[in-house]
């Protein structure tokens, strides 16, 4: 077999966030500071439950488990089943290092090559493109299913709550989903990295996981649930996430990672133990996420905007019915950095995405100018 030509970047698309530089030029400029609300990285502290795990198991001269160790699996499934996701199997438990490496590598690990077509929403997290372009796949973006004819389709993603819209997918939707992807042969890979980040008619259970079995009918068969610790426990710079879902297939991963190297480290693991045994820390930062979106939403409402979607995850999807950019450029006049919609693909072109992961100090301030200076 001889290599594909070129460099492997020539296959990816540009770096977005570059095109962002003057808005942001613009916006820190304000005397006040700027309010950057353009990415969803968390500000609040690591729970302190979790800094302890981590700093106990810091003594760790040995490799660590590519499978990740029986307790952390331990608890993903008691995790998964407090989710209503039952059934989920210890072996079916795979940690990977932050869900976004498993999110570029999965056409990859599972073999997806030339011709092989992977389907993602039409206005996503970009990476999903990204990993079916890694592996020399042919992205598809596409809502509805019956537009794709009869295509072959290797990998399906969802992502819900998801990244940018906010839009939550309930069981009736996610199970259509499954049960076409099943007719085909197809992966269904749920992005469910804001589960427990839902708000309005979804803040107490969560969104529905794909591995419940009103969805999947209590078989996890051609089924992985990609979930992270990144936002619910602000840990994102610990690199913490799991999949979990058919056995077949986590274990097809766990063989290939292990060649490769791909493992969490050990205090890491540990960590996220804690981590997910406690949902107190969980509640408390939910909590601050609902305040500060209600304060930017009235905020946005009050000056004339349109949310939409936004009933669940870390962002408010914004639009005054005018090109991305040049409501960009308003806020970049108040101090207000957002993210364009037309990052995530053409559909996107008319909205903002606002993140809610800034202090409530800086919330305050953004709902401030917006409302004497009008956007
Ligand atoms: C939809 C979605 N998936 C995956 C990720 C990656 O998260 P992490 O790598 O921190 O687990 C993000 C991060 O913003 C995201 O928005």
């Not at 331990?74 to 990977?96: D, K, S």
Request: charged residues 20%; proline residues 8%.
């Amino acid at each position: 077999m001889t290599p594909a030509a070129g460099p492997v970047s020539g296959r990816l698309p540009e770096f977005p966030w570059d095109q962002l530089a003057t808005y942001a030029e613009t916006a820190r400029a304000h005397p006040d500071g700027v309010v950057d609300l353009s990415v969803g990285t968390p500000v609040d502290p690591t729970p302190d439950v979790v800094r302890r795990a981590l700093e106990a198991a810091s003594d760790a001269p040995g490799y660590p488990l590519t499978h990740g160790t029986p307790e952390l699996r331990e608890a993903v499934v008691a995790w998964f089943a407090r989710r209503g996701a039952t059934g989920v199997q210890p072996a079916a438990v795979l940690p990977t290092i932050g869900s976004k490496e498993l999110v570029a590598w999965l056409p990859t690990l599972l073999g997806l090559g030339r011709g092989d077509v992977v389907v993602h929403p039409e206005v996503a997290y970009p990476t999903y493109d990204v990993g079916a372009r890694l592996a020399g796949a042919t992205p598809v973006p596409a809502d509805g299913l019956t537009s794709l004819g009869p295509k072959p389709v290797r990998l399906v993603w969802l992502n819900s709550p998801a990244n940018p819209t906010g839009r939550v997918l309930p069981v009736e939707h996610l199970r259509k989903v499954v049960d076409w992807a099943r007719e085909r042969g197809a992966v269904v890979a749920s992005d469910e990295c804001y589960a427990e980040l839902g708000w309005g008619e979804w803040a107490e259970a969560g969104a529905p996981s794909i591995l419940d079995p009103r969805v999947c009918g209590g078989s996890h068969d051609n089924l992985l649930a990609v979930c992270s610790l990144s936002k619910r426990s602000n840990l994102a710079g610990y690199r913490a996430a799991f999949v979990a879902g058919d056995p077949a297939l986590v274990a097809e991963l766990v063989e290939v990672r292990r060649h490769a190297g791909m493992i969490v480290p050990a205090p890491v693991q540990a960590a996220m133990i804690a981590a997910l045994g406690d949902e107190a820390h969980v509640r408390v930062q939910h909590a601050r996420y609902g305040a500060r979106r209600e304060v930017l939403r009235a905020a946005f409402e009050e000056a004339g905007w349109r949310v939409d979607g936004s009933e669940g995850g870390l962002y408010l999807w914004v639009t005054r019915g005018e090109d991305c950019w040049d409501s960009l450029a308003a806020l970049a006049e108040l101090g207000i950095l957002a993210a364009p919609g037309a990052f995530y693909g053409a559909a996107g072109r008319r909205h903002l995405r606002v993140a809610l992961t800034a202090t409530d100090e800086r919330v305050a301030a953004a709902a401030r100018r917006m409302s004497s200076q009008g956007a």
